[in-house]
């Protein structure tokens, strides 16, 4: 059987997914350090691997590797599992980068968004199909990405809550139903 390389190596070794993530993707790795210390409500162990512009982390959940669940946390108290898996998380990354700003999570918001993000960078699914190819990722479509961003969330979500450490409260869920 071959060796299968990870992801995150795939990433920094190609320049057209490390882009796309980087913009419009909102996701680098070289920022997973998370501006405050927190934990898991369940004591399950939580890695920051990556981040965004704004100050928001994405972590591991549990013990494994790329196949652990992810979950976000933005600097402003709130948080998501986002999905089961890193191969989830950057399909959903490279085919709905909008996604924080997806709250109803139906197709003519997302339509909406994307109209936006297209008027802004016309070439935007070029340079997504690019970065799919060179992660060797199958995509989803939009309404089956945030399908299951909404599934994961609000479902298996409910048993990932984490908490700021110093005063022992919970993040506010960043996604609800």
């Not at 409500?41 to 992810?70: H, I, N, Q």
């Amino acid at each position: 059987m071959p060796h299968l390389k990870s992801l995150i190596t795939a990433i920094r070794e190609q320049d057209d997914a490390a882009d796309f993530l980087a913009w419009p993707g909102d996701f680098e790795l070289d920022r997973g350090d998370h501006v405050e210390e927190v934990h898991l409500a369940s004591g399950a162990a939580l890695e920051g691997f990556a981040g965004d512009g704004a100050g928001g982390t994405f972590f591991f959940c549990g013990e494994g590797g790329e196949e652990r669940p992810v979950l976000y946390a933005d600097s402003e108290g709130g948080a998501a599992l986002l999905a089961i898996g890193l191969p989830e998380l950057l399909r959903l990354l490279l085919v709905a980068p909008w996604w924080r700003d997806c709250r109803t999570f139906t197709p003519e918001e997302s339509q909406e968004l994307t109209a936006d993000y297209l008027d802004d960078m016309p070439d935007l699914v070029t340079h997504r199909d690019r970065a799919a190819a060179a992660l060797d990722l199958d995509l989803p479509t939009e309404a089956e990405a945030l399908t299951r961003l909404r599934e994961v969330a609000i479902g298996a979500g409910k048993d990932f809550v984490l908490i700021f450490t110093p005063e022992g409260r919970p993040y506010s869920p960043l996604l609800t139903e």
